[in-house]
Structures are given as structure tokens and as C-alpha cells.
């Protein structure tokens, strides 16, 4: 049974991440700071940096990163996770996940410019008409392929969700798109990486979300690091 | 040595209490919610309903409370706290704390309502002249004694430093003065106690205090109410 699972990084004081990100550092400089935890733990050394000398903790957080890489057959992701801001009009773009993106899944970026104006035609009485201009997908090494889709978020978790083949699905961010799902009561499992500190600034992660504890079981547990793992499950 | 210390019930989303209190129900209706964990410890069933029985819980969640309770020896709070506001104008009110206030110790009541126009005089060409119309301490049982000040909260804080007589200055609420003080870098111990839930609504905790974590010592420890103890100390 396919599960649709967010997975997000937030301070003590709500924040998911500075709003101080840009094209040469896209998870700007407090990212590290909130994932610090995650960062340090044997399982994400060995997934992302390929590191096999079984540095890393092996503990509480070790556990929850080893359950965020496991099981996951889908991806969906907000277009500004995808790094598609950055060059926007630069078709030979490929994110800045690298040549070797670290998902190993299909990934469904939701964006809204696949739709372009019909420069060809004059403008009508009604306005510009508009055409679907399908962004082609791209595959990468290590077995993703990113997706572009501008449907109802609700469409593409169904295809997402056909695409995992009984594995989860994740909504991998940013904050926005999450807070999204969330809102609309599509997120079975929530993981929240609560790193120890108080950042004063970013996206708020909490707004809209009151209540959530009644639809969802919480559990919190703390990690060698300082981390604060709180699940809301349904 | 005197240290200054704040207890405080938040949510997961940073609210401290919703902000539908009344004169009828003046902790509001979240309140009970925020502190089931606190509520449900055989230490504060003990101090707080005279249980003598042993009822309640005795593990993490009644050591944080039991700490609550020790080494105070003067308390300061806001005129909301006190209840002034409920009965502004009535000389005999005693706040809502009951005839035995749990606090035992002497409790400086900010309020800047000890300032009253002098309507005995004319109205001069500078606007009325004021003159400051102390408000009577009220001792109570139990060893609780009410003082209301207007002044600074770093004189307030020394005069309660001072009657604390080695022991600790609470901060007790409500979360406007707690911020106040904590905005003036004046707070040595941060208590939060996060309780699993989601409120959406009520008065923010962490405005302003962005970096809390770079002068304080953060730790986090969870109850087997799911409420979530972290530590805040310099």
C-alpha cells in the first residue's frame, strides 16, 4: 500500500529553511545547520558523499535516515527544489541535483511553465490563448528521471503514486510544495528534523497546519545530535 | 547565586496559550491541553490539587516539574497573570489565584496602572500631571505576598533578586513579560515545555528570539506525555 510521506527540516521556532538561498548555494547557508544531524549520521555519508569508511553516528538519527532513504518509489518535488528558477529559459538545464541525483526514482516536478503564450497568433478579444508546451523528461544516472507536471496536485500523486509500485511516495519539498499536500490532507507520514536551534527567519513551516495532531498520531523522540525526530502518522 | 529562570508551555507550532481567555476561564481553553503533561505528574497533583495520594506520573515528565517547583524565591509576573485586568477598577480584587496562591514566595505583579491622573487639579497647559497612586501589596496564605510595580523590569528584577534571598527569580507569565525579559537577554534558564500538538492559533513564542541557541545551551528530552522538555541555559 503506497503511503505519500513528507520528510522536512525545521528549527525550534518553526523554520524550514532560510529564505536566503540562490543559485550558487540553493539550500542556503542555514540548511546546514537544520539538517546537521542528518548530515552527520553514517547512512546519509555513505548515500550522498559515498562514503564507505563507516564514519557517521549510528544511532537515533542514523535509524530515521536510514528509514528516509528506504522505501520510497516515487518523488514529487516544487520546481524551486528542482533548481528550475535558476536558469528558467535554459532548455539543456538539468537541476542542481548533479549527474547523479540521489533519488534513484522517478521525480515529478510541479511547475506552471510548461504553459506558454501563443506568440504566433494575434491577441483575441478574450486575451492570449494559451498552449501546453510539454517540458521533455530527463533521465539522469543512478535511475531518476524528473518529470515536469502542471496538473492538480492530486493527479500527479496518482501517477506518482502508480509509478512507485507499491513503495511510498515522498514529497521532498520545498516547504511550499509540502505545505501544500499537507493542507490538503494527502500526507500520510510526516517526519520533522527539529535541529536544536532557533534560526529567527525562513519559511514558516507551521501556518495552516493547526490541528494536525488530530488527524495524525505524534510521536517524539531525541536524536545524539540534539535533534528532535517528531512523526505525525495516520 | 540567583538565577532567572521561565517555565513555559508551547505547542509544536510555537504558540504558548490560544488567546481566548476570559474573566471565566482565565488560563483559556488551550490551556489544559499544553499542560496535560505538567497537569498529569504526581508532583504537581501534590502541590498544586493537595493530591497526597501518590497519583500521577513519576518519570521524566515529574522530574521537570518537581525542578519547576524547588528553588524559587520570588516571582514576577504580568497584570494579565495576576488577573488584574478582570477587575481593574475593584480595590479588593486578589487576582484569581484563589486565597492560597501556589507561588509561596513574594510575586512582583507588573502594572503600569499604578499611575492615575490627578482630576483633583485643573487640566495645565503641558496635559494633565500624574501622580503615582501605589497599589497596596496584598499578602496572602501560604506565604505569597503580591507587590505591583511600574518601573523598569531590570529594577523589578533586582528588587526580586533581592527578596529572593539566594534562591531563583520565576519569571511566571505571562508570555509578553517572558519575552520582555528574555528580549533583554535578562533570562539564565529557559524551560519550554512543547506539548505534541498543533494549536494554529493563539499569542507566538519565538518572535525576536532568533539566536537563542548561539548564547544558551540547548537541550531537548522527551516525557512519556509525548511533551517535549527543552532547555535553554547560559
Known amino acids: 500500500m503506497t503511503r505519500v510521506r513528507v520528510n522536512l527540516f525545521v528549527s525550534l521556532d518553526g523554520f524550514t529553511s532560510a529564505t536566503d538561498n540562490s543559485p550558487d548555494n540553493p539550500m542556503g547557508e542555514d540548511w546546514g545547520r537544520l539538517a546537521a544531524g542528518h548530515i552527520a549520521t553514517r547512512t546519509f555519508r555513505e548515500r550522498v558523499f559515498g562514503d564507505t569508511s563507516?564514519?557517521?553516528?549510528?544511532?537515533v538519527d542514523d535509524r530515521y535516515t536510514a528509514a528516509f532513504f528506504e522505501g520510497v518509489g516515487a518523488e514529487i518535488m516544487g520546481a524551486g527544489m528542482f533548481g528550475l528558477h535558476a536558469f528558467p529559459g535554459d532548455p539543456e538545464w538539468k537541476g542542481w541535483w548533479g549527474?547523479?541525483?540521489?533519488f534513484g526514482t522517478p521525480v515529478y516536478v510541479l511547475t506552471n511553465t510548461l504553459r506558454r503564450q501563443d506568440w504566433s497568433k494575434?491577441?483575441?478579444p478574450g486575451?492570449?490563448?494559451?498552449?501546453?508546451?510539454?517540458?521533455?523528461?530527463?533521465p539522469m544516472e543512478g535511475g531518476t528521471t524528473f518529470h515536469?507536471?502542471?496538473?492538480a496536485i492530486e493527479d500527479v500523486l496518482a501517477e506518482a503514486a502508480d509509478a512507485?509500485?507499491?513503495l511510498d511516495v515522498r514529497v521532498g519539498g520545498g516547504v511550499g510544495t509540502a505545505r501544500a499536500f499537507l493542507r490538503a490532507g494527502l500526507v500520510d507520514d510526516l517526519h520533522l528534523m527539529v535541529a536544536p536551534i532557533v534560526l529567527g527567519r525562513g519559511t514558516g513551516l507551521w501556518d495552516d497546519l493547526?490541528?494536525?495532531d488530530?488527524?495524525?498520531k505524534v510521536t517524539s523522540e531525541v536524536g545524539e545530535s540534539g535533534t528532535i525526530h517528531v512523526t505525525f502518522t495516520r
Chains 1, 2 share one sequence.
Open 54 to 59: 563507516g564514519a557517521g553516528t549510528t544511532g
Open 122 to 124: 494575434p491577441a483575441p
Open 210 to 212: 493547526g490541528g494536525l
Open 127 to 138: 486575451g492570449y490563448p494559451y498552449r501546453v508546451v510539454p517540458r521533455p523528461s530527463i
Open 164 to 166: 512507485a509500485g507499491g
Open 148 to 151: 515536469f507536471r502542471s496538473g
Open 214 to 216: 488530530l488527524t495524525h
Open 99 to 102: 549527474d547523479r541525483p540521489p
